[in-house]
């Protein structure tokens, strides 16, 4: 997933991913509640979510140190999709992964005495090597996995989406090939051991795609994956031969190729070159680069 920000006249934006500059500012704004605290407990289970995926979710306990506004409980709970249930685990692209020890500036809604995620900031993460321009969670047991296409997008006709997406697939190759091997009309995600991609007919705030990857959490080995391209933002082909030139969105492969790379196992990072980079601008072109063939070969 990449995020969106806005600083004054350019945008940026978060994949499945959260805009900063302005979001900053209104997370503030919304945030009944902003706490520093360390984590005390995570529990994984099965749920849907308001459009009607069923994925594995995790309840959140914190220990709060330090009140920076609004006043809460000693502790406090939250719930946030991805977590791991038995053998189990489930990462999704724009939400953070929590563990035991942590210490987080947590920015919190709270509605209905429930509270609402809406930002975190790692205050002492556990110490680990920098992971430059690649970092990596999970990996097929193979270099190849094919999936399912739903190509209704309000942007291109079926050819043109298909091409846009098997240009963003194929910019991983030869390192990992993704294969589209038939189409379907799903517009769900839940754990079924299919791949699939489809567009979701909502606006998604800043985020603009979502994937889900599932995997066994002792093999380490994925078992499926579930794309969600939010279909609120503008798409245009990488060559302008689809659409008109792309301008206010994004080239709909640029989008795809960032997020084949969580399908195949790897994470954000901090390269600005990378397109695991989580953040993207407007018409953006750059697909798959070198350095993160190089990251995947570290798996593959």
Known sequence: MKKLSVLFLVFIFLLTFQGLADK????????????????????????YNEYGDYLIFSRVTVRVDKELKG?????????????EVGEMGLRVSNTPVFKKGQVH??????????????????????????????????????????????????DMNTN???GEIDRGSGSWQPVFN????????????????????????????STIAVTYTWYN???????????????????????????????GGFHLSVIAAHEFGHAIGLDHNDCTT?????????????LVQPADRTCADTIY
């Not at 429930?114 to 321009?133: D, F, M, N, R, T």
Request: net charge neutral; glycine share 6%.
């Open 24 to 47: 900053t500012v209104k997370d503030v704004e919304d945030a009944t509640h902003i706490l520093i605290g360390e984590v005390t407990g995570i529990e994984g289970y099965y749920d």
């Open 71 to 83: 006043r809460a409980e000693k502790f406090v709970s939250f719930s946030i999709e991805g977590g």
């Open 105 to 154: 500036k947590l920015y919190l809604k709270k509605l209905n005495a429930v509270y609402k995620l809406l930002k975190q900031e790692k205050i002492s993460p556990e110490a680990k090597p920098a992971a430059g321009c690649c970092a990596t969670f999970a990996r097929w047991s193979s270099n190849q996995a094919s999936f399912l296409l739903n190509p209704n997008c309000n």
């Open 160 to 162: 043109c989406t298909i």
């Open 178 to 205: 993704l294969i589209i091997s038939g189409y379907t009309s799903m517009t769900k995600v839940k754990q079924d051991y299919q791949n699939i991609v489809f567009f979701r007919k909502a606006k998604g705030g």
């Open 217 to 247: 959490r002792t093999t380490g080995l994925i078992l499926e994956f579930d794309m969600m391209i939010y279909d609120g933002w503008k798409y245009f082909s990488f060559d302008n031969t689809c659409t008109a030139a792309c301008n």
């Open 274 to 286: 990378s397109i695991m980079y989580p953040y993207a601008d407007y018409c953006d072109t750059a």
